[in-house]
């Protein structure tokens, strides 16, 4: 027999009892009314697998890998071409080979390959956030963004309004709506997807025409820029121009050159979807806790002061130094998980769990964000706290579990860009609160802006509120700023 659940209706299942809002309190919910980790649900579409606890998803999502690797097809992402992303590719030859791609660039082994890149849009933020706070939600993005597009294309963004920028946004919220759950009647009835988009129940088809043109823009234009470069002799350097210069000396001429150019593409355009908007949310919530914990603001400035001081903005050789910014780090993770259910998988093959049927296909869903405020681990979990994570001695405490594997991910699937972000975190910590004092700032019409700690979205979910009350803590900070800006200029 299946796991506990809600009762399924016939024909519809539990479609009506999914959750739209916050769904990661209410897989909780079910988990303590049936009193189990593991719940079953039922949909028109494929049955789902909601794991609770840390134990259950090491056990089937880490330690059972070779079968719950998969991924949920989801017509619509096909349809506006979303399919390039080899985080939403089924388990296979041709996932594998698109990750592969991915590690020889981003490798785990070699976390400093990007880190210039990294310290000068961290650095340029505090410089807008200095001139302007009212945005700092925008700069933020903006940052996290020009570090992403930086590195893949080589190219430099500077404002939001850039045109390769307004894409991929664009593209992504397409992203976004495709794998709403039960969103799409083509999801149900796969054949509409044959139809003229014209016809009834052609909606579907009319939303991912809409999206299309965006998609294809974000995969191929800034790629066609740098192989074009390349072809002139003036490459710039860039993961995309290294990638074209291998395939240019292994398969230049021959027809594997497009097969593996098609798969170059794929992958920069899955690495800024899922680069960009999962780092920008942690950011964000960082400053938002900072906002509405001062004691914990004050806490991690001390460290800063004492360990670097005010002559200087921090370096990468600093970070070993400061464990309560690590500390800190844990906590934002933690406190508000970027992506609350994880990203699911789907099991390749039927399986059994405490005696329970876990049939093949379905979709296991990591309530990610119920391990991370199980009070068993983390006693008081809403509150942020990043001292849980402090021993005595005060070096970070190994016996108090890291919250970062459960946010990154789970067996083959595990996040292969969490180096990537776990430093763009981290300097984004240090800088901010070395230079600046965070509190919640004022709105547009100049009122006191009213902070809340909710967190809002699916698949990435972001704070809703968001400070802008950046102040540089005194003349000499301001002055950093300033020299670091002349410097990022000259
Ligand atoms: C705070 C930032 C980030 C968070 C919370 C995050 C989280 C995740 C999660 C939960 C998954 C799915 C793991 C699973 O299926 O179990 C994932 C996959 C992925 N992430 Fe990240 N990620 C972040 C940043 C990044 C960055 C900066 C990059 C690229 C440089 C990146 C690239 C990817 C890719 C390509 C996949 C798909 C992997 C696959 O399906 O094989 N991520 N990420």
């Given at each position: 027999?299946?796991?506990?659940?809600?009762?399924?209706?016939?024909?519809?299942?539990?479609?009506?009892?999914?959750?739209?809002?916050?769904?990661?309190?209410?897989?909780?919910?079910?988990?303590?009314?049936?009193?189990?980790?593991?719940?079953?649900?039922?949909?028109?579409?494929?049955?789902?697998?909601?794991?609770?606890?840390?134990?259950?998803?090491?056990?089937?999502?880490?330690?059972?890998?070779?079968?719950?690797?998969?991924?949920?097809?989801?017509?619509?992402?096909?349809?506006?071409?979303?399919?390039?992303?080899?985080?939403?590719?089924?388990?296979?030859?041709?996932?594998?080979?698109?990750?592969?791609?991915?590690?020889?660039?981003?490798?785990?082994?070699?976390?400093?390959?990007?880190?210039?890149?990294?310290?000068?849009?961290?650095?340029?933020?505090?410089?807008?956030?200095?001139?302007?706070?009212?945005?700092?939600?925008?700069?933020?993005?903006?940052?996290?963004?020009?570090i992403i597009v930086k590195i893949l294309y080589g190219k430099q963004i500077d404002s939001m309004d850039d045109e390769y920028v307004?894409?991929?946004?664009?593209?992504?919220?397409?992203?976004?709506?495709?794998?709403?759950?039960?969103?799409?009647?083509?999801?149900?009835?796969?054949?509409?997807?044959?139809?003229?988009?014209?016809?009834?129940?052609?909606?579907?088809?009319?939303?991912?025409?809409?999206?299309?043109?965006?998609?294809?823009?974000?995969?191929?234009?800034?790629?066609?820029?740098?192989?074009?470069?390349?072809?002139?002799?003036?490459?710039?350097?860039?993961?995309?121009?290294?990638?074209?210069?291998?395939?240019?000396?292994?398969?230049?001429?021959?027809?594997?050159?497009?097969?593996?150019?098609?798969?170059?593409?794929?992958?920069?355009?899955?690495?800024?979807?899922?680069?960009?908007?999962?780092?920008?949310?942690?950011?964000?919530?960082?400053?938002?806790?900072?906002?509405?914990?001062?004691?914990?603001?004050?806490?991690?400035?001390?460290?800063?002061?004492?360990?670097?001081?005010?002559?200087?903005?921090?370096?990468?050789?600093?970070?070993?130094?400061?464990?309560?910014?690590?500390?800190?780090?844990?906590?934002?993770?933690?406190?508000?998980?970027?992506?609350?259910?994880?990203?699911?998988?789907?099991?390749?093959?039927?399986?059994?769990?405490?005696?329970?049927?876990?049939?093949?296909?379905?979709?296991?869903?990591?309530?990610?964000?119920?391990?991370?405020?199980?009070?068993?681990?983390?006693?008081?979990?809403?509150?942020?706290?990043?001292?849980?994570?402090?021993?005595?001695?005060?070096?970070?405490?190994?016996?108090?579990?890291?919250?970062?594997?459960?946010?990154?991910?789970?067996?083959?699937?595990?996040?292969?860009?969490?180096?990537?972000?776990?430093?763009?975190?981290?300097?984004?910590?240090?800088?901010?609160?070395?230079?600046?004092?965070?509190?919640?700032?004022?709105?547009?019409d100049g009122k006191p802006n009213k902070l809340s700690a909710e967190l809002l979205g699916a698949m990435v979910a972001n704070p809703?509120?968001?400070?802008?009350?950046?102040?540089?803590?005194?003349?000499?900070?301001?002055?950093?700023?300033?020299?670091?800006?002349?410097?990022?200029?000259?």
């Open positions: 027999h299946y796991p506990p659940g809600p009762p399924p209706k016939p024909l519809i299942g539990n479609a009506l009892d999914m959750p739209k809002v916050r769904p990661w309190e209410k897989y909780r919910e079910w988990c303590r009314t049936y009193n189990s980790d593991i719940i079953y649900l039922s949909l028109p579409t494929h049955p789902v697998i909601i794991v609770n606890t840390v134990k259950v998803a090491m056990e089937l999502l880490d330690k059972r890998s070779n079968i719950y690797s998969g991924r949920i097809r989801f017509y619509m992402v096909e349809m506006m071409s979303w399919d390039l992303h080899f985080g939403g590719m089924t388990y296979g030859a041709r996932w594998r080979a698109h990750r592969q791609l991915f590690h020889k660039h981003f490798p785990p082994t070699d976390t400093d390959k990007y880190t210039d890149v990294q310290l000068r849009e961290i650095r340029r933020f505090l410089s807008h956030a200095l001139k302007s706070p009212q945005h700092t939600r925008k700069f933020i993005r903006q940052a996290i963004t020009a307004v894409t991929a946004e664009k593209a992504t919220e397409g992203l976004s709506i495709a794998v709403l759950p039960g969103g799409h009647l083509v999801e149900f009835f796969p054949i509409l997807r044959h139809f003229p988009s014209w016809l009834p129940g052609g909606g579907s088809k009319r939303v991912a025409e809409k999206y299309i043109p965006y998609v294809r823009n974000l995969r191929n234009k800034a790629f066609l820029e740098v192989k074009s470069a390349f072809g002139k002799g003036t490459p710039r350097p860039c993961v995309v121009s290294s990638m074209i210069e291998d395939i240019h000396a292994a398969h230049g001429g021959t027809a594997e050159e497009a097969v593996q150019e098609d798969m170059a593409m794929n992958v920069a355009g899955s690495t800024y979807t899922a680069g960009a908007d999962t780092t920008t949310s942690a950011a964000e919530s960082f400053v938002l806790a900072m906002a509405l914990y001062p004691d914990v603001q004050r806490k991690a400035q001390a460290e800063l002061d004492r360990v670097i001081g005010s002559g200087r903005l921090p370096i990468w050789d600093d970070l070993d130094n400061l464990p309560y910014i690590r500390a800190t780090v844990m906590e934002t993770w933690r406190w508000m998980p970027v992506t609350p259910f994880g990203v699911p998988h789907c099991v390749t093959a039927d399986d059994m769990y405490e005696g329970y049927h876990i049939p093949k296909g379905a979709s296991v869903v990591p309530n990610v964000w119920a391990m991370l405020h199980n009070p068993e681990d983390y006693p008081d979990p809403e509150n942020f706290v990043p001292d849980r994570f402090i021993g005595k001695d005060g070096k970070i405490d190994s016996s108090v579990r890291d919250p970062t594997p459960l946010l990154f991910g789970f067996g083959r699937r595990v996040c292969p860009g969490k180096h990537i972000a776990i430093k763009n975190l981290q300097m984004f910590i240090a800088s901010v609160l070395l230079v600046f004092d965070i509190s919640a700032g004022v709105d547009e809703v509120t968001v400070p802008t009350g950046l102040k540089p803590r005194s003349a000499a900070a301001a002055q950093l700023v300033h020299e670091s800006d002349l410097a990022l200029s000259a």
